[in-house]
């Protein structure tokens, strides 16, 4: 895959990744954005987060693996992420922890839909 290629397959991730965090907002679950250029930041600023959470878990050592107590984990580490993202980004708002909590949940459910829902048709 050439450079362009995958700066393209980012940006299009990033778009898409910035539509559910939108939807989820506009729902009030948690997240309150004030439109969809703050949505597709706070997007870029959540994936650039959990990159360095995952990069720094790996030197420790740590594998989350699969099964239950790895999605708690994993809830937990997006909730923890939401709650810096809401920090950096201007026009995200994040409701405490709790609020995080609920957001990362509703942010995998509707990821989980869309993907599901594009999976019909292509």
Do not use: C, D, Q, Y
């Amino acid at each position: 895959m050439t450079v362009i290629g995958v700066i393209i397959g980012i940006l299009i991730g990033a778009l898409f990744s910035g539509l559910i965090i939108w939807i989820v907002g506009r729902l009030g679950l948690g997240l309150e954005v004030s439109g969809f250029g703050p949505a597709f930041i706070a997007a870029i600023v959540i994936a650039v987060v959990s990159w360095v959470v995952t990069w720094l878990l790996g030197l420790l050592g740590l594998t989350l693996g699969v099964g239950l107590l790895a999605a708690i984990v994993h809830l937990v580490i997006a909730a923890i992420v939401l709650m810096i993202a809401g920090n950096f980004v201007k026009g995200l708002e994040v409701k405490g922890f709790t609020g995080a909590l609920v957001g990362a949940i509703a942010l995998a459910v509707v990821a989980w839909l869309i993907s599901w829902l594009l999976g019909l048709f292509l």
